[in-house]
């Protein structure tokens, strides 16, 4: 099959990069870029298609690529694909078209080192990929992203996360009731540990070997009313500069570094 000119399915493709309603009627997503699409296949991500660049020699990676995606594979002329890979300098030899995961919170597994993190209505898909190639790096368990927030498929987020959104189970929850009824129904209850600049102790001064939700708010009104409710522990960054806070993901990604740290890295 191939598409050469702005068809219906062109134009269906087109608004998967910015039209989020589409995305999530679809129930598809773009992948741009290598290192995301490597992982994608490594984690036998559900692919929908593989959209090759029309009328040239791909490299060794891109023919791996297309032999193993066990999907079908679309010509796309050279100029429309550059258009969906959001890039202008000719290097792009193949997209993918993949299946959103559902929002299932079994896909998260908690057990007694369980490691998992919140992050309440983040507006900023760099901030909301960061976070989740943080989580993923430092062997996070699940991401938890509550309430309206920012698009996880998003091409923007899902750029950030380097793939890691294929490694991590990454779970849209419609709100801080729906996660923390999940947590309270864990066989085993994870301290809910909430990070705000005037926090109880700093972050140094919690035990987070056990197991544990970190919760990292808004980027600009940090966490809502009910999440500071429902957190047993708020902890603070201490702070040696001029600044008086961190960036959101910034803070998560210290503090999934604490919890690792004092868990060890092996």
């Not at 790096?137 to 699940?142: K, M, R």
Request: hydrophobic share 45%; aromatic share 4%.
């Amino acid at each position: 099959m191939q598409v050469t000119v702005r068809n219906a399915l062109f134009q269906q493709w087109q608004t998967l990069l910015d039209n989020r309603s589409k995305r999530h009627r679809s129930g598809l997503f773009l992948v741009q870029g290598v290192r995301p699409i490597t992982i994608a296949l490594e984690q036998r991500w559900p692919l929908e298609s593989v959209l090759r660049r029309r009328g040239v020699t791909l490299s060794d990676w891109a023919r791996r690529t297309v032999e193993t995606a066990g999907a079908p594979v679309i010509d796309v002329a050279p100029e429309l694909l550059d258009e969906l890979a959001e890039r202008d300098d000719g290097s792009t030899e193949l997209l993918v078209v993949a299946r959103q995961a559902d929002d299932d919170l079994a896909r998260i597994r908690p057990g007694v080192d369980f490691l998992g993190v919140v992050f309440d209505r983040s507006t900023s898909p760099g901030n909301l990929g960061t976070l989740i190639r943080s989580a993923d790096a430092l062997g996070a368990h699940g991401v938890l992203v509550s309430g309206h927030a920012a698009d996880v498929y998003d091409p923007r987020v899902v750029r950030a996360t380097t793939g890691s959104l294929f490694a991590v189970p990454v779970v849209r929850v419609p709100s801080a009731a729906a996660t923390l009824e999940w947590v309270d129904s864990l066989p085993v209850r994870p301290t809910v540990v909430g990070t705000d600049e005037h926090g109880d102790v700093d972050v140094a001064g919690a035990d987070l070997t056990g197991p544990v939700l970190l919760v990292v708010g808004n980027e600009t009104h940090g966490m809502g009313a009910r999440w500071r409710e429902a957190c047993d522990l708020t902890v603070r960054i201490p702070m040696a500069g001029s600044a008086s806070s961190l960036n959101a993901a910034t803070a998560g990604s210290l503090l999934l570094y604490e919890a690792r740290r004092q868990r060890g890295f092996a």
